[in-house]
């Protein structure tokens, strides 16, 4: 899928630390995040089981893939797809916009 290579490639840029622990997959991370934007949940309410990685851990995936303007590129990312598969209609769009 090309938005998680998109995530993959922007976040590729985070510096890695030694010593200390392996980081934690992006796509667990990504999946954590989704989570509790769209369960409305704290980062503390993560379940660290399901997701591979903690609450905190989302968070600074989050706040680091923010600090590397990931969310534009993933955006153009998306809507490329879309425009690919012809999903995307912007006549549809723009009706629905309150004027």
């Not at 797809?81 to 912007?90: I, N, P, Q, S, Y």
Request: with cysteine; hydrophobic share 45%.
């Amino acid at each position: 899928m090309a938005a998680g290579a998109a995530v993959a490639a922007a976040a590729s840029t985070a510096p890695f630390r030694r010593p200390g622990r392996l980081p934690r997959n992006d796509r667990a991370a990504s999946a954590g995040i989704a989570h509790v934007r769209t369960i409305g949940c704290t980062w503390g309410q993560v379940p660290t089981e399901q997701f591979g990685c903690s609450g905190v851990t989302c968070w600074r995936r989050l706040r680091d893939w923010t600090e590397a303007d990931v969310w534009p590129q993933l955006h153009q990312v998306l809507l490329e797809e879309l425009r690919v598969a012809g999903k995307l209609d912007l006549e549809a769009a723009l009706q629905l916009i309150p004027l």
